[in-house]
């Protein structure tokens, strides 16, 4: 299994923070640092330090670190015109020497949407599917050809389609519970299906449904990596963990319930759980960015024993 690293900065994180938790992550072993592409935090708490932009901060990162993979969990369509998003993503791809992925939604927090006056239509699974052709398209482009797309949301003319990331293809997440339209879309164009925060029970029919879509376009569902998101909190023993979860404000009993939660033998189990529902790949939630020590006891008594 791949383990990834994966954090939440609107909840209140500096670029400097973001940058020791990915040279952690690097320096521990750890598979890729992700982030989430938000602009304002969830609950209550103290704002500061404010926003960081997924993109640019993933540009610093990539020049400031050598190995591992760096993308967004997900990027909204709300947040970027198709282009310019694949301008961005490619770039960041050429600045890493081809680290880059790219985790593309439909987005859903509509109050941070009304505090930048970024636009939050009702409707946006049609501009999910549209930015997905635009974004994959302009990339598979032939050097020297130009791009053109008419859609119901978005026109391109003869776009240079320009410039073209390091990887061919560079991977594309598509993640949700869906059971039509989500399906159909990773297997039309994703390279990895994502599943955030699964109830019990539900992860095998999620990834059965990707598969079926696969099948019905003539796709390989092997050629798919089958992922979940989940908060990670764990501890040596009982008090290090309630410490850790009194730390980003969480019950033990509820992040047992809900998440890779407990003791290192309780995680290890719960990892052991989903492997054998079918998952491949598994994003950590880390909460607390300070808490390096955390990763390092992940890395050290977690992970080597999957």
Not at 145 to 160: D, I, V
Not at 254 to 276: F, P, S, Y
Request: proline content about 7%; charged content about 25%; some cysteine.
């Amino acid at each position: 299994m791949d383990f990834r690293i994966f954090t939440e900065p609107q909840q209140g994180a500096s670029y400097d923070d973001l940058l020791a938790v990915a040279q952690a992550t690097e320096r521990l072993g750890f598979d890729a640092f992700f982030r989430s592409d938000h602009y304002l935090r969830m609950g209550d708490g103290d704002p500061d330090p404010g926003p960081t932009d997924a993109w640019t901060t993933l540009a610093g990162l990539a020049r400031e670190t050598s190995r591992i993979r760096l993308g967004t969990l997900v990027s909204s369509v709300t947040y970027r015109y198709p282009g310019i998003l694949a301008i961005q993503v490619a770039q960041v791809d050429q600045m890493s020497g081809g680290r880059a992925e790219l985790g593309l939604g439909t987005g859903w927090f509509e109050e941070e949407h009304r505090a930048y006056g970024i636009p939050f239509p009702a409707k946006r699974f049609d501009l999910l599917e549209e930015q997905l052709e635009i974004v994959t398209g302009l990339w598979a482009t032939e050097p020297g050809e130009t791009y053109s797309f008419h859609g119901q949301h978005y026109t391109l003319e003869n776009s240079p389609a320009l410039p073209k990331p390091v990887q061919s293809p560079l991977p594309v997440l598509v993640g949700g519970k869906g059971a039509r339209r989500t399906p159909l879309l990773a297997a039309r164009f994703a390279s990895e299906f994502n599943v955030p925060f699964p109830e019990p029970g539900s992860i095998p029919g999620l990834f059965e449904n990707v598969r079926s879509a696969c099948v019905e376009l003539g796709r390989d569902p092997d050629e798919i990596v089958y992922s979940v998101a989940q908060i990670a909190v764990a501890g040596a023993n009982d008090a290090e963990f309630a410490r850790r979860a009194a730390a980003i404000g969480r019950e033990p009993g509820e992040l047992r319930q809900n998440g890779l939660a407990g003791t290192t033998a309780e995680v290890v189990d719960k990892i052991g759980a989903l492997r054998e529902q079918g998952v491949e790949r598994v994003y950590l939630q880390i909460l607390d960015l300070a808490d390096l020590d955390h990763l390092d006891f992940l890395a050290r008594e977690v992970v080597p024993q999957l």
